[in-house]
C-alpha cells in the first residue's frame, strides 16, 4: 500500500522536474533567441564589411583571386556556411563555403582547396552543382535584409551604393551545430544543479513532511496502543496546525467519548457479573445449607466421572440418608427441621477431606462425591466416620434429638462411569443399610438391584391395590392362660394379580418408604368400622381388635383426625380397640404422637408397644405415657428352650411390664413350651401360630360359630 508520505514526495519530485524542465526549455529558447540576434548583428557587421570590400573586386571576373580572398576572412568564422557573390545582373561570381558549410555538405568533390587550405565551392555546370544552384536561386529570391531560416541567418545584402548596386552578397551564418552545442553545454551545466535542486527539495520535502506528518505518526501509534491495550484513557498532544489540531481534538474528544462508554460498560459488566454470579449461587448451591445443590451435583459428577474414566481411575459415591428425620421435622416443625439439617451437613463437612465434594440432593438426602480413590476402604472408613459422628443424641436447640444416617457405597467402575446407575446403585445401597437397621454404611453389590426392582414393582402395585380392593383383612387371635380369645390382632393381606400373595412384611416397608401407608392405613380403619362390630357381635364385647400403625402414620394429621373422628361418631369401637404400635416409633414420634395417645385413651382405646425389647431404648419412655401393653418380640418367643439369654430377656420384660402394670402379650408362640413357659412366667396373653394363624374374617366368624354350638 503507498503510503501518503510516497505519494506526496513523489508529487513533490514530479513538480520539481517538470518545472525544472519547463525553465530550461523557457531559458534555452530565450537565450537562443538571444544568440541568434546577437550572431545576426554579427552577421550583419560581418556583411556589411566584406560587402564594401568587394566593392572593388565585384567587377573582376568570377572566382577572382581577391573576390575569394576577401571570401576568406569568412574562416575565422566556426558556423559561416555558405557566401555567395552575384554581380548587378544576378550572375553567381562566387561562393564560399565555410566549416558549417561543408560539415552540412559532406560532398569532398563538390570542393576545392584554396590556397590556403580553406575550400571554395567549385563553379560547376554538372548536374550536381545546378541543384546548388536551385538552392542558389531560392536565395537569390530573398529581399534584402537579415533572414531567419531553420536555425539559419541569412544576410541579403547589396553591393555598393544601394540605388546604384553593383552586385549582391548573401551570406549564410547555420546556427544549428552552434545551438545544439551551447544546449548541450548549457544542459551539461544546469542539470546537476538541477538533479542537485530536486534531491535538496526531496530532503527539504521529507523533512517538512517528517515535521508535518509527526503528529499523524503519534496519533496513528497512540491508536495502535489503544487497540493493543484496551486502555482508552489516552489523550495526544493538541499541535499548532489547524488540520492536525483539529484531527488531534477530534481524537481527544472520541477517546473522552469512548472512555465514558467503556466505564459506564465496565459498571454495567461488574453488575451483570454480581448478578451472574448471584444467580449462579441460586442455581447452583442449595439456599439452606450453602452445599451444592442437586443440579450442580450433577454437573460435577458427570465431569468427574468422564476424567475418571479417561484416566481409568476410580470414583466412589457415597448416598447419605438421615435416618429418622421426618419424625423430627414433623415433631418439631420445619424450622428446626432445617436448622438440624443445616447442624448435621456442617458436621459432615467438617469431616471430609477437601477432595471430596458433599452436596444436598434434597430432603434429607445428601452424597458425597470422592474421586480418584486409590482403595476403596479409604471410601469405607469415611462412611464410618460419617455414621458414628452423626449417629448419636444432638443436642440442639434446647432439644435432644436422636438422629443417624444410613449410607450407602458405590463405586464407578461397578457401573461402567455411568452417572444415573452410579446413583441409583448408591441409593439402594443407602435403603439396603436402612432397611438393615440403619445408622450403618453398606456396599452395593448386583443382588441389591433386583431389591430394587422388586421394590419398585411392588410399589406401583400398591397404588393399584388401593383403587382396587385387592387387600383384606386377617385377624390372629390372642388367647389368656385358658385359652380363651380375649382379642384379634388385624393384620393386612394383599393378593396382587401380578406378584400374588404379597407379606406385609415385604409391602408395609416399601409403603411406608413411598409415602402410601397412611392411604393404607385409612382403608384398613374404613374396614374395621364395617367388620369390628361383626367381630364384637361374634366374640363378645370384652374382645380387643388390635390394629398396626406405622411411624407415619402418627404423623399423618388427616389419618389420625381421621381415627378420633371414626371414636367420636362411635363409627370405630374405641372400647374395643387396641393400637399396636412400634416401640421405636412410639418414642421418635412421642412428642408429636402424644396428644393424639391421650384423646384415644379418652375414648377407651388401647395402646400397646409391639416388637418390644428390639429398640434397644431408653427404658425412662415407658413411665411418661399410660401403656397398656408390652408385646414380647417374636425374636425372643422363638429362642425359649434355645437361648438362655432369650429367656432371661423374656423374663425381664414380664417383671418389669409387671412392675409398671403393663399387660404383657408374647407373640409368635408356635408351642407349647413356649406357651408354658410364658405362662409361666407371668404373660397375660399369647398369639402365635399355636392358637391361630391370621385368618380372614368369614373364616374366624365361622369358628366362632363352630364354638357357639
Ligand atoms: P407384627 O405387627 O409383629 O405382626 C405379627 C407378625 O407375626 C405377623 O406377620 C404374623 O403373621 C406373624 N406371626 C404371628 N404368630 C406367628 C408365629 O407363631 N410364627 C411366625 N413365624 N409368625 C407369626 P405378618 O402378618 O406377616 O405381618 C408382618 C408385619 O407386617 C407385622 O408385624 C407388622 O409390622 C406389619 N403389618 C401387618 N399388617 C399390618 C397393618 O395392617 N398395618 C401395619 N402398619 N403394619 C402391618
Ligand atoms: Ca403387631
Ligand atoms: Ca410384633
Known amino acids: 500500500m503507498k503510503s501518503l508520505r510516497s505519494q506526496i514526495s513523489f508529487n513533490t519530485v514530479t513538480s520539481i522536474a517538470i518545472i525544472s524542465a519547463l525553465i530550461i526549455t523557457l531559458s534555452i529558447y530565450v537565450y537562443e533567441k538571444l544568440y541568434i540576434e546577437f550572431v545576426s548583428t554579427e552577421v550583419n557587421a560581418i556583411g556589411e564589411n566584406i560587402s564594401v570590400d568587394l566593392i572593388d573586386y565585384i567587377n573582376e571576373p568570377a572566382g577572382s583571386f581577391n573576390q575569394t580572398e576577401v571570401l576568406l576572412r569568412l574562416d575565422e568564422y566556426e558556423y559561416a556556411e555558405t557566401a555567395y557573390i552575384f554581380n548587378s545582373q544576378g550572375k553567381l561570381l562566387n561562393v564560399y563555403i565555410g566549416q558549417a558549410g561543408l560539415k552540412a555538405r559532406a560532398k569532398p568533390n563538390a570542393f576545392e582547396s584554396n590556397v590556403d587550405g580553406s575550400q571554395i565551392f567549385k563553379i560547376d555546370t554538372s548536374s550536381k552543382a545546378s541543384n546548388a544552384l536551385e538552392d542558389v536561386n531560392s536565395i537569390t529570391a530573398l529581399a534584402l535584409g537579415l533572414h531567419h531560416i531553420n536555425n539559419k541567418v541569412v544576410m541579403v545584402k547589396t553591393i555598393g551604393e544601394p540605388i546604384y548596386p553593383l552586385g549582391k552578397f548573401i551570406l549564410i551564418f547555420n546556427l544549428q551545430e552552434a545551438l545544439r552545442d551551447s544546449r548541450e553545454r548549457y544542459i551539461t551545466l544546469v542539470a546537476p544543479s538541477v538533479v542537485f535542486f530536486i534531491c535538496l527539495s526531496l530532503l527539504v520535502s521529507v523533512r517538512a ?20 491495550d484496551k486502555n482508552y484513557d489516552v489523550k495526544v498532544e493538541e499541535t499548532e496546525r489547524e488540520e492536525t489540531l483539529a484531527l488531534s481534538r477530534a481524537f481527544n474528544n472520541m477517546m473522552g467519548n469512548i472512555q465514558a462508554a467503556s466505564e459506564a460498560n465496565q459498571q454495567k459488566n461488574a453488575l451483570l457479573e454480581k448478578q ?21 451435583l450433577m454437573k460435577i459428577l458427570a465431569r468427574e466421572l468422564t476424567k475418571a ?5 476410580e470414583l466412589g459415591l457415597l448416598f447419605v440418608d438421615i435416618d429418622g428425620f421426618k419424625s423430627i421435622n414433623d415433631s418439631f416443625g420445619h424450622d428446626t427441621g432445617d436448622k438440624f439439617l443445616l447442624h448435621i451437613s456442617v458436621i459432615m463437612s467438617k469431616l471430609l477431606d477437601e477432595a471430596y465434594t458433599l452436596g444436598r440432593l434434597g430432603g434429607d438426602e445428601f452424597i458425597i462425591i470422592a474421586p480418584d480413590i486409590g482403595d476403596p476402604k479409604t471410601l469405607e472408613d469415611m462412611a464410618a466416620k460419617l455414621v458414628v459422628a452423626v449417629s448419636r443424641t444432638h443436642i440442639f436447640n434446647t432439644l435432644r434429638l436422636d438422629s443417624g444416617v444410613s449410607v450407602g457405597l458405590a463405586l464407578a467402575s461397578d457401573c461402567n462411569y455411568e452417572l ?23 456396599w452395593f453389590n448386583e443382588e441389591m438391584l433386583a431389591d430394587t426392582k422388586r421394590k419398585v414393582l411392588i410399589s406401583t402395585r400398591l397404588s393399584s391395590a388401593l383403587e382396587n380392593d385387592a387387600f383384606y383383612l386377617a385377624y390372629q387371635a390372642k388367647v389368656d392362660a385358658e385359652q380363651n380369645i380375649i382379642g384379634f390382632e388385624t393384620l393386612l393381606r394383599w393378593h396382587d394379580d401380578v406378584l400374588g400373595h404379597v407379606s406385609p412384611a415385604e409391602f408395609i416397608p416399601i409403603a411406608e418408604q413411598t409415602d402410601k401407608i397412611s392411604l393404607i392405613s385409612m382403608w384398613i380403619i374404613k374396614r374395621l368400622e364395617i367388620e369390628a362390630p361383626r367381630l364384637i357381635k361374634s366374640f363378645g364385647s370384652q374382645i380387643i381388635i388390635s390394629i398396626n400403625l406405622s411411624p407415619q402414620d402418627l404423623n399423618s394429621e388427616r389419618l389420625t383426625q ?16 387396641e393400637i399396636e404400635i412400634t416401640e421405636t416409633a412410639y418414642m421418635n414420634n412421642f412428642n408429636v404422637a402424644n396428644s393424639f395417645f391421650e384423646s384415644i385413651k379418652h375414648y377407651g382405646c388401647q395402646l400397646a408397644l409391639d416388637d418390644f425389647g428390639t429398640g434397644y431404648s431408653s427404658l425412662s419412655y415407658l413411665t411418661k405415657f399410660d401403656i397398656d401393653t408390652l408385646k414380647i418380640d417374636r425374636s425372643f418367643v422363638n429362642n425359649i428352650g434355645i437361648s438362655e439369654q432369650s429367656e432371661l430377656i423374656t423374663k425381664t420384660i414380664i417383671k418389669m411390664a409387671k412392675s409398671l402394670n403393663f399387660s404383657v402379650c408374647a407373640e409368635g408362640v408356635e408351642t ?20 391361630s394363624k391370621p385368618t380372614p374374617l368369614e373364616d374366624v366368624l365361622a369358628t366362632s360359630r363352630r364354638r357357639a354350638l
Request: hydrophobic residues 40%; positive net charge; glycine residues 6%.
Open 209 to 228: 513532511q517528517r515535521k508535518v506528518f509527526r503528529p499523524l505518526n503519534t496519533l496513528i501509534k497512540t491508536m495502535d496502543s489503544v487497540v493493543d
Open 276 to 296: 451472574q454470579s448471584q444467580m449462579e449461587r441460586l442455581a447452583n448451591f442449595d439456599a439452606l445449607t450453602g452445599l451444592p445443590n442437586r443440579q450442580f
Open 309 to 313: 474414566r479417561t484416566n481409568r481411575s
Open 420 to 442: 444415573s446407575s452410579l446413583i441409583t446403585n448408591a441409593d439402594v445401597a443407602m435403603y439396603k443399610a436402612k432397611g438393615s437397621g440403619k445408622a450403618r454404611f453398606m
Open 562 to 577: 381421621f381415627i378420633l373422628k371414626g371414636m367420636r361418631e362411635n363409627k370405630l369401637p374405641a372400647k374395643n380397640l
Open 672 to 691: 407349647r413350651e413356649q406357651a408354658a413357659f410364658l405362662l409361666r412366667n407371668g404373660c397375660h396373653a399369647l398369639q402365635g401360630f399355636l392358637y
